[in-house]
């Protein structure tokens, strides 16, 4: 198991566990954590799992794909470290990985 936190715009942190080769979407679907609706499954076309990524975890989770960064362009808070969550697999290399939700998305 990794750990992954994630936290809220207003600060609050969850720390859960996640399965190697799943997402941190699923991981945050599989233990409640409010803010990552993932309206599309993980298919990449809703972008209801944006995250921004802690900078230090940016290089071990590597660059989106095209298809993932179209799909963040149409993002109004999108920042450099944002990413879909659906599209970042947990690897051990990722333990400890921490992600805020964007205050749009803490609405539900
Ligand atoms: Fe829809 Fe990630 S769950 S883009």
Known sequence: MVRVVYQSHDGTRREVEGDVGTSVMETAIANGVPGIDANCGGACSCATCHVFVEPQW?????????MEQAMLEFVDSARPNSRLSCQIRITPELDGLVVT?????QLI
């Open 58 to 66: 940016v290089p071990s989770i590597g660059e989106p794909s095209p």
């Open 101 to 105: 939700t964007p205050s749009e998305q």
